[in-house]
Structures are given as C-alpha cells and as structure tokens.
C-alpha cells in the first residue's frame, strides 16, 4: 500500500518529469518560471519524502542540488526581469 510520504515523492517525480520531457519537446522553455517553479517543487517533494521517511544521503544530495539550481534559476530570472 503507498503511504502519504511515497505520494509526495511520486508527485515531485511526476513534477520534474513531466517539465524535463515538455522542456526535451520544445513544448515548455527550461529557463522561464513554469519550468524552474516545478522543478523546485518536484525535488522539495522529493527531498521532503527523503528527509521525513526513508533516507538516502545519494538522492538527498541530488535533490537538494536540484532544488537549488531551480532556486537560483528563478532568483536570476526575478533579477533579469526586474532590470527589464
């Protein structure tokens, strides 16, 4: 049976999939918000199921790295278009 934590990380999975495979298609721009918004969201839920579940340090560490490349991402994009 799928506890609450596993559907949090199968939601943030199904998240950077489904932005990754639109982005992979010319259907959805990596660098604009939707994409780096899901992205944070995705491995957050991940990392969240990670940290309050079963622990991997592996794919806690990636997680967290993508969280912050997504972070930084929409931090520089905020950036840019404030300058605009």
């Known amino acids: 049976m799928l506890n609450v934590l596993d559907a949090v990380g199968l939601v943030g ?6 932005a990754y495979a639109a982005a992979a298609m010319g259907r959805l721009d990596a660098n604009q918000p939707l994409s780096l918004l899901a992205n944070l969201i995705g491995a957050s839920l991940i990392l969240a199921s ?22 930084f991402g929409l931090a520089r994009w905020a950036l840019t278009r404030n300058r605009a």
């Open 13 to 18: 999975v199904l998240m950077i999939l489904v």
């Open 50 to 71: 990670l940290l309050a579940g079963d622990f991997n340090l592996s794919a806690t560490v990636m997680e967290g790295a993508w969280a912050l490349v997504a972070a």
